[in-house]
């Protein structure tokens, strides 16, 4: 099997000292090293007086059309919020405020990344009925009828990162007139994404889009599907320019910026544009194909070890998002990560499981001897798959 490169050496990001294979994007992306230049841009260009106003409207637009093009949309549809949860709270708010009626339904899935059915809670204060499904498509088209308003779930299931069939789902959902939101979290950047099939897309940046940190998260909204979107709070910068004195009128602005209240995470942003200029040269086909493949290879040395390990995730590349899981409870999982750091590999684990997230820096050759190594920690470990303790 030809052996696959890293698309970006492991050189051009900051990583822990003595690092031999970083698998654990998932739980958060390494920095670029350019990271610190961009935060020093931002602190030059802030303080030049006035001159800030020329220096903002180009990071926001640039980062705007550097988001837009992760999802085929304008960059008029993007909106920056500080991460996903806000994004989904402020969208959940926005379906409220275009009334729900206690007999209306919403679903979402119970085995999420627990952000998701959390930011739909607060419906169920309207009387509305909240449906947590199982994480499977069918599970959640055969809980849609006339009365649902909304359907809020993440692009592929958080424990096993078994893609939905959004595209399925969205159908059914637009049927009956229903909303459908998207946390593409956990594939934003590692596969092909499309807005025009959802009303709106909410993504974290500090995993899969590198920024590091919180700070800066996405929204999209599909201007076709939801023109009329109406935040629940306006601010300042929601809408067009207010001349004082207030009169009560006031017009919120015509694009997906009409749900950014305040003003923007201006720092974070200019991160966010460095680390998003980093994927650019490459195409999305490449990306996907680089993170499904070390993944392929990533599953044939985990099957080498010959340990009766479980992975949880799909075989099948087409039906898996950007990491492979491995059944194992937390507490076990956080012992052999900690074991692996002192050995320069770096792993992720929780929700009973270990996940090894290959990205951009990964190859061949360091996926295969982090799942060396990992095998002999287990061994050292007395790793018995039939044992509750694991
Ligand atoms: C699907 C999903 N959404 C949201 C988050 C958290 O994002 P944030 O902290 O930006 O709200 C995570 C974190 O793992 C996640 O997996």
């Known amino acids: 099997m030809k052996k696959r490169r890293p698309l970006v050496p492991l050189s051009e990001f900051i990583a822990p000292e003595g690092t031999r294979s970083f698998l654990a994007t998932p739980f958060g992306g390494l920095p670029w090293k350019t990271i610190t230049g961009a935060f020093e841009e931002y602190l030059r260009n802030s303080l030049q007086g006035t001159e800030v106003f020329n220096f903002l409207p180009q990071v926001s637009g640039e980062t705007r059309e550097l988001c837009s093009r992760l999802v085929g949309c304008t960059p008029e549809e993007v909106a920056f919020v500080s991460n996903a ?206 993170i499904r493949e070390l993944g392929n290879e990533i599953i044939a040395e985990l099957d080498k070890l010959n340990l009766g390990l479980t992975i949880l995730s799909p075989r099948d590349a087409q039906r898996r998002g950007s990491y492979i899981s491995v059944k194992m409870s937390d507490e076990m999982a956080r012992m052999v990560c900690a074991r692996l750091n002192e050995r320069g590999i770096y792993l992720s684990f929780g929700q009973g499981r270990l996940r090894l997230g290959p990205w951009l820096h990964n190859g061949s050759e360091d996926v295969k001897l982090a799942v060396q190594i990992l095998g002999e920690a287990l061994r050292e470990m007395n790793y018995a798959p039939d044992d509750g303790v694991w």
């Open 85 to 290: 949860t806000e994004g989904l709270i402020k969208l959940v708010g926005c379906v409220a405020m275009e009334g729900m009626n206690p007999d209306d339904n919403v679903i979402t899935v119970g085995n999420s990344y627990p952000t998701v059915p959390l930011t739909v809670e607060r419906l169920r204060k309207l009387g509305v009925e909240i449906r947590l499904c199982e994480a499977t498509t069918e599970a959640i088209i055969a809980a849609i009828d006339s009365r649902t308003r909304l359907i809020a779930i993440e692009a592929c299931n958080y424990v096993s990162c078994e893609l939905f069939d959004l595209e399925r789902i969205a159908e059914a959902a637009h049927a009956v007139g229903a909303r459908i939101i998207i946390d593409v979290s956990q594939v934003a950047s590692v596969l092909p994404l499309a807005l025009a099939p959802f009303d709106a897309l909410v993504a974290t940046t500090y995993k899969w889009l590198g920024a590091e940190s919180n700070g800066a998260g996405i929204c999209w909204i599909n201007r076709e599907r939801w023109p009329d979107i109406t935040p629940e709070n306006v601010g300042w910068y929601a809408v067009l320019p207010i001349v004082l004195p207030f009169t009560g009128e006031y017009q919120l602005k015509p694009t997906a910026s009409r749900l950014e209240a305040g003003g923007l995470p201006w720092r974070d942003l200019n991160i966010l544009r460095d680390a998003l200029r980093h994927l650019s040269p490459f195409s999305q086909q490449e990306i996907t194909e680089h």
